[in-house]
């Protein structure tokens, strides 16, 4: 009796077994954080022959960019997508290596860059 889909926005090994466990039997884990090169994940092959289901990655949704983008920005444009709600900062060009070792620490969302005029 678990979730039908665990969802790992986080991208480290621990979080992604927590959603594997998580979820019920023939239940979906998607892992959506972006997990560095080195990580690596140990699972006893019995839980996933025995537990079935689907192990997913997502990147970027999984969407077309060419296709979606432009959904997407009209989407915003008409009011129906709050894109703000995704962005936890705005920075300047001068401030990028450090809302890089913020987003690293897991203290940030997203931050975009502001070009000044």
Do not use: N
């Amino acid at each position: 009796f678990g979730v039908d889909v665990a969802i790992d926005a986080v991208g480290r090994p621990e979080v992604f077994e927590q959603a594997f466990y998580a979820r019920d039997l023939a239940g979906r884990v998607v892992l959506v954080g972006v997990p560095t090169p080195e990580m690596r994940l140990t699972l006893p092959m019995i839980e996933l022959f025995g537990r079935g289901g689907a192990l997913k990655s997502s990147w970027y949704g999984d969407c077309l960019p060419s296709r979606d983008f432009p959904m997407l920005a009209d989407l915003y444009r008409q009011g129906r997508f709050p894109l703000a709600d995704f962005v936890t900062e705005t920075i300047g060009l001068d401030d990028v290596e450090a809302a890089f070792a913020k987003m690293h620490r897991g203290e940030v969302l997203r931050s975009v860059v502001v070009f000044e005029k």
